[in-house]
């Protein structure tokens, strides 16, 4: 499937980031680093975090066809809010 646009969030601080890697680690998705790409069963995606600005982009680069983007996005948001509480 195509890939979808890119999720912009703002404010995570240095050490939100750092605990959102752990959780992302913990669910099996090897998040390391400032910036890259992973993939596990099928679905792709990229990162790339601003420590300067404590902005976080996510973009959901490929899905197999059973799994759509939008559901992708929204376990990232649920991430990222859960981090940010």
Request: glycine fraction near 6%.
């Amino acid at each position: 499937m195509a890939q979808s646009a890119p999720q912009v969030f703002s404010g995570i601080t240095p050490t939100q980031y750092a605990s959102l890697l752990l959780k992302a680690q913990a669910n099996g998705l090897d998040l390391t680093g400032n910036n890259g790409t992973a993939s596990k069963f099928g679905v792709e995606m990229a990162w790339n975090y601003s420590p300067n600005t404590e902005e976080l982009t996510f973009e959901c680069l490929r899905t197999p066809f059973f799994v759509k983007p939008d559901e992708v996005n929204a376990k990232i948001r649920t991430l990222v809010k859960e981090t940010m509480d």
